[in-house]
C-alpha cells in the first residue's frame, strides 16, 4: 500500500463499487469521494432488480454526476475491469458499430454506458484516470464502497458519511502500489467479464461455513432465506481465495 495526497496536485479522489444479490437479484451500488480540500461524501443507492455490471456501472455514473465540473483531475478506483475495460477500450468499437458488439449483438446495459460515456466525455480526455484495485484486499475505499453497496442490496439504510476528511475513519488515501489492469487471459475475455462466460464457480458463507459450488442454482438454493448468508461468483482458484480472505475467513476451509 501506498499513501495518495490528493492536495498536492488537485486529485479528487473516487471509489466506487456494486454488488447483486443474486446477479440478477437485489442489488446496490457505493461511492466514496474525497476532495483536494479534505472533504469526504458517500453515495449510495440500489434497485430491487438487477446486476453487478449495473451497478458497479451506476455507482461510477453517480460519482461523476456529484464531482464538480471545475475538477481538475479525477482518479476513479474500481475493482470492475468490465467499467473500466468498457469505458476506456470497448465503447468506441460500440458507437462506431451502432451499439452493437463485434459479433453484432446488441451491447449489454447500453442505457448506462451512453449515461457514463458522455459524463466522460463532457470532462475531457485527461481528467479522468482509471485505476483498478482488486476486490476484498483490504483497500480501506474500496472496502468502505462495497459496504455502502452491500447494505443497499439488503434494502438497509447505512449511515453515510459527509464532512472533513480528520473526522472519517476509513484510510481512504492508503492504495495498492500497482492500479493497472490484470494480464488479459482467456477468461478474462469481454464477454466473460460482460456477464457471457462461465464463471470458475460460486462460494458461499452460512453460520461461518464455506462452500464452493458449480452452478448459481446450487448457491442460491443454500443462502436463499439464510440470514447473514454471503456469496459471490469466483472467476478462478485465486480469485476464490482472495474473495475469502476478504470475508475473513481462511481458503483452506473450503
Given amino acids: 500500500m501506498l499513501n495518495i495526497d490528493s492536495a498536492d496536485d488537485g486529485l479528487t479522489i473516487v471509489f466506487t463499487d456494486g454488488a447483486a444479490k443474486g446477479n440478477p437479484g437485489p442489488g446496490g451500488w457505493g461511492v466514496v ?14 434497485s430491487p432488480h438487477t446486476t453487478n455490471n449495473r451497478m458497479e456501472l451506476s455507482g461510477a455514473i453517480a460519482a ?16 470492475s475491469t468490465y467499467v473500466i475495460q468498457g469505458i476506456t477500450q470497448w465503447v468506441h468499437g460500440w458507437k462506431r458499430r451502432g451499439w452493437k458488439t463485434a459479433q453484432g449483438s446488441d451491447v449489454l446495459n447500453r442505457d448506462l454506458w451512453e449515461e457514463l460515456a458522455a459524463l466522460v466525455a463532457a470532462r ?5 484516470e482509471w485505476r483498478w484495485v482488486r476486490g476484498h484486499q483490504g483497500t480501506p475505499g474500496n472496502e468502505r464502497c462495497d459496504e455502502i453497496a452491500v447494505a443497499f442490496s439488503l434494502q438497509e439504510l447505512p449511515t453515510l458519511y459527509r464532512g472533513p476528511l480528520d473526522g472519517y475513519t476509513h484510510a481512504i488515501h492508503e492504495v495498492p502500489d500497482a492500479t493497472a489492469l490484470p494480464a488479459r ?7 466473460r467479464r460482460a ?6 464457480s460460486y462460494l ?25 448468508a454471503r456469496f459471490k461468483k469466483a472467476q478462478s482458484v485465486a480469485d476464490e481465495a482472495a474473495i ?7 481458503p483452506q476451509r473450503l
Fill in 64 to 79: 461523476l454526476t456529484d464531482v464538480p465540473h471545475d475538477a481538475k483531475r479525477i482518479a476513479m478506483y474500481t475493482d
Fill in 244 to 250: 475469502l480472505r476478504g470475508w475473513g475467513i481462511d
Fill in 124 to 128: 475531457g480526455p485527461k481528467a479522468i
Fill in 33 to 46: 469521494i474525497v476532495t483536494p480540500d479534505a472533504f469526504v461524501r458517500e453515495l449510495g443507492g440500489g
Fill in 195 to 200: 456477464g457471457g462466460g462461465r464463471p470458475h
Fill in 204 to 228: 458461499s458463507v452460512v453460520d461461518g461455513v464455506p462452500m464452493r459450488h458449480a452452478t448459481w442454482a446450487e448457491c442460491e438454493q443454500r443462502v436463499k432465506g439464510r440470514s447473514g
Fill in 185 to 191: 487471459t482467456a477468461s478474462s475475455s469481454p464477454a
